[in-house]
């Protein structure tokens, strides 16, 4: 009898790896020493110096919470697998997993003057994570992976929108070797935009 969920594995697998690559992302928050703190207002300083390894942490859960919710609705679109799909949805996790290196990056020097490499790689890697995006939904459409014609139809927005994404975030990854806080400002207000799309299409 053929399966009916053949994919229930690798959306299991995937969630699975969603959800460490999340809790990955708080391990570089980490308490100031008790033996540099004398008192309640050099707590309060100590912890006023974790705001950009806070702000690094919310942007960047965000941006894989959006990224699982983006997966959970790919994965209801398609009933049978490939190969190339099973390989390409790696490479995404791939992407996924990485992202709490550039966000501790950027959390460590955000307001410093040397902040240019550390947006560099952050909006490289979604610039990377787009492109998985792309291979992903391409390999649903060209196997012809999805349920019905609505499917397929969401499975193609998906494809053109990480061809949108692709472009924004390697040239926001080159303008931030010259600009990065400007293009720190523009990643986040593209990721409130993504999340309220997402809201809005569920």
Not at 139 to 153: C, F
Request: charged share 15%.
């Amino acid at each position: 009898m053929a399966d009916p969920h053949p994919n229930a594995r690798l959306e299991a697998f995937c969630d699975a790896v969603f959800a460490i690559a999340l809790t990955l992302l708080i391990i570089d928050i980490k308490i100031p020493a008790s033996e540099g703190i004398r008192s309640t207002r050099e707590l309060w300083l100590a912890l006023r110096h974790l705001g950009p390894s806070f702000f690094a942490f919310v942007l960047s859960f965000a941006i894989i919470l959006i990224t699982w919710v983006n997966h959970h609705h790919f994965m209801r679109s398609v009933n049978k697998s490939s190969g190339s799909l099973v390989y390409a949805n790696g490479f995404l996790l791939m992407t996924v997993v990485f992202m709490p290196f550039p966000a501790a990056l950027v959390g460590e020097y955000l307001l410093t003057d040397h902040v240019a490499p550390a947006v560099v790689i952050y909006d490289s890697v979604t610039a990377v994570q787009a492109a998985a995006w792309i291979l992903v939904t391409g390999a649903a459409l060209r196997n012809r992976l999805t349920k019905d014609e609505k499917s397929a139809g969401l499975v193609r927005d998906g494809h053109r929108n990480g061809y949108f994404a692709f472009v924004v975030y390697s040239l926001l990854a080159l303008i931030a070797v010259w600009f990065p806080l400007t293009v720190v400002v523009v990643t986040t207000m593209l990721w409130a935009y993504w999340l309220t799309f997402s809201l809005r299409a569920n």
